[in-house]
């Protein structure tokens, strides 16, 4: 993994201007980036972020914490706040951060414990499909409550295109939820069509 360069600018502060250059890895670089678009104030969450960037779980969890939880390097606010990185975590841009040097490294953090990490990662990613599954289930309702009937793939194509500005569904998570609200009596086959579809029950 390599690194950057970035000129950050933070609010004038007592009639100055606070630019400082910080020198990051190239996964930082990529997070911050994200706040360049969102207003003073907005936040993102964890799993917004991750949408976004592409980063692995556990790497994002040591660079957020890096720019967020770190005392020296807080660049980012996390609320809550804490050590730990949940997928729920929010986080925004520090107008306020203050730093006496004009270049600052923010390095990354270590794992830690290796099996914690792990047993850590398991957890947050099994929470990360938790939540991505009802937020696919709700969409799925949503277009056949609509719809009424439709068929498979053009009901896959818009639960994608709904969800994709929050984070891009994986068409077999997708698949897997439509059944499960077959077995619970929300949706049903239609039996003679000539492609797989279905009709909303609820």
């Known amino acids: 993994m390599g690194s950057a360069d970035l000129h950050a600018y933070f609010p004038e502060s007592k009639g100055k201007v606070k630019t400082r250059e910080l020198n990051v890895s190239t996964y930082m670089m990529m997070i911050l980036l994200l706040f360049n678009d969102v207003p ?94 009802g937020s696919i289930e709700a969409a799925v309702v949503r277009i056949m409550k609509q719809r009424k009937e439709l068929t498979h793939q053009k009901l896959i194509a818009e639960v994608i295109q709904q969800l994709n500005s929050r984070f891009l569904p994986d068409v077999n998570m997708v698949k897997k939820r439509i059944e499960s609200l077959i077995e619970r009596e929300y949706l049903e086959r239609l039996e003679n069509s000539e492609r797989p579809a279905y009709r909303y029950l609820a």
């Open 40 to 133: 003073p104030g907005e936040s993102y969450t964890c799993e917004e972020i991750q949408a976004k960037t592409n980063i692995p779980f556990n790497e994002l969890t040591r660079n957020l914490q890096s720019l967020a939880v770190a005392p020296k390097t807080r660049v980012l606010i996390k609320q809550p706040m804490s050590k730990d990185v949940k997928v729920d975590d929010r986080f925004s841009f520090n107008e306020s951060f203050h730093s006496p040097y004009l270049k600052i490294k923010i390095g990354v953090v270590s794992g830690g414990n290796k099996v914690e990490d792990t047993d850590e990662r398991k957890e947050t990613e099994k929470k990360n499909n938790d939540t991505r599954g």
